[in-house]
Nanobody, 121 residues
Framework: VQLQASGGGLVQAGGSLRLSCVAS????????MGWFRQAPGKEREFVAA????????HYADSVKGRFTISRDNAEGTVYLQMNNLKPDDTAVYYC???????????????WGQGTQVTVSS
């Protein structure tokens, strides 16, 4: 599975962005998907995840109520809708895929290249 993330940019605090991650390959619908982020000088952290069917979602406490993960298996795409953005959300955001196992972990099998999100105060 190859992953291509996009949709990052510069936004003011309180604004919104929608990230997209397009997957190549025919097995996308069998993969759980996750979004992660890494700020300068910090370790990569879990943001959100969605099961292969879309029936199960998980969020980091820091983004609950503001971010929404969704997927379109027909289009091979996973989304991260980010609302009420804060300066602390500034990071490079990565999408990732795994075939099985726990969703709330950084241990995913395939990773995209990352897209920069910058939130100004």
């Amino acid at each position: 599975v190859q992953l291509q993330a996009s949709g990052g940019g510069l936004v003011q605090a309180g604004g919104s962005l929608r990230l997209s991650c397009v997957a190549s390959g025919r097995t996308f619908s069998r993969h759980h998907m996750g979004w992660f982020r890494q700020a300068p000088g910090k370790e990569r952290e879990f943001v959100a995840a969605i099961s292969w069917s879309g029936g199960i979602t998980h969020y980091a406490d820091s983004v609950k109520g503001r971010f929404t993960i969704s997927r379109d298996n027909a289009e091979g795409t996973v989304y991260l809708q980010m609302n009420n953005l804060k300066p602390d959300d500034t990071a490079v955001y990565y999408c990732a895929a795994k075939i099985a196992g726990a969703l709330i972990t950084v241990n995913y099998d395939y990773w995209g290249q990352g897209t920069q999100v910058t939130v100004s105060s």
